[in-house]
């Protein structure tokens, strides 16, 4: 029995130490799922000085794709302000990893800059190195997030945790 419950602990320890989003040139997971209106912006850096490696404040937006859940059987409807998929009448089951290179079921991009009406079954943006990168409108438990990434010259995808967008009460 005590290793038993050892053995659960550990588990328990192993299991939550994976991060709450993880990116790389294949793939983006979000633990909890995925959802419609998430957003990647390619930016450029508009910093005289640009030694360090905090994401610029000085930035313009080069690209922008906005990610849709469409497709044959789908529907959504508005709960308190958050938008909910129903496949063939039944709650859509949202995926935790999307690929950027290959097509993913119920999933479909536009491009939003520039301006297109086209969808796209991958990623319409070309993840380069050295280049930052903002994830916005990623739904983490109830709540709106956004995760600003860099790929550096080696093609490492380096950022941090999710970030909350943080609303005033008044």
């Given at each position: 029995m005590?290793?038993?419950?050892?053995?659960?602990?550990?588990?328990t320890l192993v299991l939550s130490c994976q991060k709450n989003i993880e990116i790389d040139e294949?793939?983006?997971?979000?633990?909890?799922g995925i959802k419609s209106g998430l957003v990647i912006s390619k930016v450029k850096d508009n910093?005289?000085?640009?030694?360090?490696?905090?994401?610029?404040?000085?930035?313009s937006i080069i690209e922008k794709a906005r990610l849709k859940i469409n497709g044959e059987g789908i529907?959504?409807?508005?709960?308190?302000?958050?938008?909910?998929?129903?496949?063939?009448k039944k709650a859509f089951e949202y995926k935790s990893e999307l690929y950027f290179n290959i097509k993913n079921d119920f999933y479909e991009w536009t491009l939003e800059k520039p301006?297109?009406?086209?969808?796209?079954?991958?990623l319409?943006?070309?993840?380069?190195?050295?280049?930052w990168y903002i994830i916005h409108n990623i739904t983490f438990r109830g709540s709106n997030s956004?995760?600003?990434?860099?790929?550096n010259k080696n093609g490492e995808f380096e950022y941090d945790d999710l970030k909350?967008?943080?609303?005033s009460p008044i």
């Open positions: 005590k290793y038993l419950t050892l053995i659960i602990v550990v588990s294949n793939r983006l997971f979000i633990k909890g910093r005289f000085k640009k030694d360090n490696k905090s994401f610029p404040l000085l930035y529907s959504a409807t508005y709960n308190y302000g958050e938008e909910e998929h129903f496949f063939n301006t297109s009406n086209k969808t796209y079954e991958k319409p943006i070309n993840l380069e190195k050295e280049h956004y995760l600003r990434f860099y790929i909350y967008v943080m609303v």
